[in-house]
C-alpha cells in the first residue's frame, strides 16, 4: 500500500477556487429563493448547501490532469452535483431510508415536508440536464454526449437501479460480486460519470477514456467499502447503542462479507489501483493522485 500521508499539492490549492466555481455555477442555474413558488425554491437551495462537492472535484481533477480549461467543466461538475443533492433528497423520504438528518441537519422533507421533498429531488434533477444544455463553454456534440452519459448514470442502468435493489436487498445476504454490483450502480455510476463527463469535455483519446473510467470505477468501489467501513468501526465505538443504517436495516456490507481486516485491504489495493491507473493516463495525473489520497483519508 502506498503512503497516503496528508500534504500539500497544487491542486489542493485550488480546491477552494473549484468550489467557488461550482457555487457560481449553480447560484446562476437555480432561480433566487424568493421565485415563485417560494417555499419550492427556497427548499431547492437548502437541499444544495453543504457537503464536500467531491464528485465535482473529480471532474475538476480530471479535466485539468487532461488540459481542459475551468470553464469547459463547470457546467459538468455543477450537473454532477445536482443529481447528487436530488439522490439524496429522495433516498431520505420515509419511503426510502426515513432519514431525519442530513450533513448535521434536519433532511428536506423534514424540514419542509414530504410533498416538497418530492418535488425540489424532481428538479434538481431536471436542472442538471438544464445546465449542460444551456452551456456556453461546451459544443453542441460535446452536450448531447454529456447529458447521455449523466442520464445514463441517474437512471435504472445506474444510481436509481442501484437504489431499487438496494431497497430490495434489505434482510437479504448478498454475495460479493452482487454487493459490487449493487454499488457500481448505486455509488459507483454518478462516481464514474464524472470522469466520462471530463473526457468528452477534452474530446479524449479512446486509451485515455478507458483510463479514466478504469480510475473512476476503482474510486467509485473504494468509496462505498470505506463508507462500510467506517460504518462498522462507528458501530464498534458506540457499543451498539447507535447502530448504523444499513446494519439497522438488515443490510449487506462488505465487512459483513469480507470481515472487516479485508474490507480495509480491499478497499486499500482499490485505491491504489486507482492511483496506477491515473499515472497511466496522459497528462499531469497530480489531481488525480491528491483526489484518491484525499478520499481515502477521510475519517467520516
Known amino acids: 500500500m502506498s503512503s497516503t500521508s ?3 499539492s497544487a491542486f489542493d490549492s485550488r480546491v477552494p477556487a473549484y468550489l467557488q466555481r461550482l457555487e457560481r455555477t449553480t447560484d446562476a442555474v437555480l432561480p433566487p429563493a424568493s421565485t415563485d413558488p417560494a417555499r419550492l425554491h427556497e427548499a431547492i437551495r437548502y437541499a444544495c448547501e453543504g457537503g464536500k462537492h467531491l464528485r465535482a472535484l473529480m471532474v475538476y481533477a480530471a479535466g485539468e490532469t487532461l488540459g481542459v480549461t475551468p470553464e469547459q467543466l463547470d457546467a459538468a461538475a455543477c450537473s454532477v452535483e445536482l443529481i447528487h443533492a436530488y439522490s439524496l433528497v429522495h433516498d431520505d423520504l420515509p419511503g426510502m431510508d426515513n432519514d431525519d438528518l442530513r450533513r448535521g441537519r434536519p433532511t428536506v422533507h423534514k424540514a419542509y415536508d414530504e410533498a416538497t421533498a418530492i418535488l425540489v ?6 436542472s442538471a440536464f438544464e445546465v449542460l444544455a444551456t452551456s456556453d463553454a461546451l459544443d453542441d456534440a460535446q452536450k448531447v454526449q454529456m447529458i447521455r452519459a449523466l442520464a445514463h448514470a441517474s437512471g435504472s442502468l445506474g444510481m436509481v437501479g442501484g437504489q431499487a435493489v438496494d431497497m430490495a436487498s434489505e434482510n437479504l445476504t448478498l454475495t460479493l460480486p452482487q454487493l459490487e454490483s449493487l454499488h457500481a ?7 464514474l460519470v464524472t470522469c466520462q463527463l471530463a473526457a468528452i469535455a477534452a474530446n479524449a483519446t479512446e486509451a485515455t477514456r478507458k483510463g479514466l473510467e478504469h480510475y473512476g470505477r476503482c474510486i467509485g468501489l473504494a468509496f462505498q467499502i470505506q463508507d462500510d467501513v467506517l460504518d462498522q468501526i462507528a458501530d464498534t465505538a458506540t457499543l451498539g447503542k447507535t447502530a448504523g443504517k444499513d446494519l439497522a436495516q438488515h443490510k449487506s456490507t462488505f465487512p459483513s462479507l469480507l470481515g472487516l481486516e479485508q474490507a480495509q485491504q480491499r478497499a486499500h489495493a482499490l485505491f491504489d489501483e486507482a492511483r496506477n491507473a491515473a499515472r497511466g493516463i496522459a497528462g499531469h495525473a497530480e489531481p488525480l493522485l491528491w483526489l484518491a489520497d484525499h478520499i481515502q483519508q477521510r475519517d467520516h
Not at 121 to 126: H, I, K, Y
Not at 185 to 191: F, M
Open 6 to 8: 496528508p500534504k500539500a
Open 185 to 191: 450502480r448505486k455509488t459507483g455510476a454518478l462516481i
Open 121 to 126: 429531488g424532481d428538479t434538481l434533477q431536471t
